[in-house]
Structures are given as C-alpha cells and as structure tokens.
C-alpha cells in the first residue's frame, strides 16, 4: 500500500522567504504525482503535475521537483505572499487516475 | 484546467435521514470519477471508484450499502450517504480528470453535518 508523508506538517515563514516543502512515498512505481493547494474548508486547487518520466515542473511561482527512485518530490514556491498561506497537498498517481494523499503542509506567511 | 462541480456545498441533516451529492464535469467527459473523505487534520481517503454506466468500486473497509454510488452519465456521479449519523460527518470530495493518468480536477467539497 502506497504511503505518503508530507514534512514539515506546519510551517510559519515571513513574507519574501522561500518555501520548501517536502513530499516521500514508499512505492516508486507510481505514473505521476501532483501537488495541490487546499483552502479552509474547501476544495483542492491543483497546482503542479509531475509524470513519472519528468524531474520537474514550473508554474510561476512554484517549482515542483520529482525522484522517482528514493521517493521524494519538493514543492519550492519563491518569495512567499501572504496570499500563499494554505494547507498544501501532494497526491501520488499509482494507476488508473486512484490517488494516495499525504496530510498535507499548512503554511502560514507572515506580513 | 477542466472544471468540477459539486453541490451542495454544505449540508445539515438528521441522524437516520439519507443525503444525496452531486459531483458534475462540466466541461469534459469522465468515465470514471472519485469520491474521496477527508476528517480534520487528515489526509483525503480514497472512498470508491466511480464507473459510467458500471457498478462501483470500493476500498476497503468503506461499506457499499451505506455510501451508494450512481454514475449514469459521462458527466455525473453521486454520492448519497443512507441512514446518516453523527460519524458520518465529514468532509466529502470528488474528483475527476479528461482521460487515463492525467490531471485530477477536484470539486469544491461537501461538509456533511449529522445531528
């Protein structure tokens, strides 16, 4: 069975700073991996996918890095808003569209 | 990005009473759609697998008579949670994306309230 872990699972950093946040999993054998965004009480805002064949996407802002073979993917977002402050999820593909989530990193950027 | 659309938003109902959701792709077609649950400071947990025109597939531990799914369309699938109760309350999601291992499109989400 597929296991995510996210880490830091919170995080506080003052505006301007750069955010790095972390996503492991246990099975490599996974067809792509997705990074989202979730508001309070709301739905998730996909940000970045990642397939499997790729070591990176871009997006503005944001960075999403992929190694398949340990298992990791890092989200990096520069320059940090306020308006960045979110709980951010990373979702594991390992076939036919089922997804295995992490618990997410809650981020909060200081003005 | 494909647009997915799930109503209500939020919904109240007495214990023993049955809530239906509705998860609409508005702009594509989805085969195959996700309903997912997600508890405070938790993960989303894969609920079923969600097949046009076919039974649906479950996960583990999750209990097909209580969370009924119906997907009779290329463009619709719903979740009705039968005789609710308190434990039932969570946050209920669904996704859905145009084609195999591409880009999953998520709802807005569905607080279920039980009293």
């Known amino acids: 069975k597929q296991e995510v872990t996210q880490i830091p699972a919170a995080l506080s950093v003052p505006e301007g700073e750069n955010l ?92 | 990005g494909a647009v997915v659309s799930q109503h209500p938003s939020r919904v109240i109902c007495k214990s023993g009473t049955s809530v239906k959701i509705e998860c609409r792709s508005l702009d594509f077609q989805a085969t195959t759609m996700f309903w997912y649950r997600q508890f405070p400071k938790q993960s989303l947990m894969l609920m ?16 097909k008579d209580k969370f009924l799914i119906n997907h009779a369309s290329l463009t619709l699938s719903t979740l009705t949670v039968t005789s609710a109760h308190p434990e039932d309350s969570s946050f209920y999601i669904c996704s859905a994306s145009d084609s195999l291992n591409t880009e999953a499109f998520f709802g807005q989400g569905t607080r279920l309230t039980v009293v």
């Open chain 1, 20 to 111: 790095v946040l972390n996503c492991s999993f246990t099975d490599s054998a996974i067809y792509n991996l997705q990074w989202f965004r979730q508001d309070p009480g709301k739905g998730l805002t996909s940000l970045l996918l990642i397939q499997s064949s790729q070591r990176e996407q871009t997006s503005g802002r944001l960075n999403a890095s992929l190694d398949k073979s340990s298992g990791r993917s890092t989200l990096y977002i520069a320059a940090s808003q306020p308006g960045d402050s979110a709980t951010y999820l990373c979702a594991v593909n390992g076939g036919n569209n089922r997804l295995a989530f992490g618990k997410g990193n809650q981020v909060v950027v200081i003005p």
């Open chain 2, 48 to 63: 079923a697998t969600s097949n046009e025109g076919s039974k649906a597939t479950y996960e583990q531990g999750v209990e």
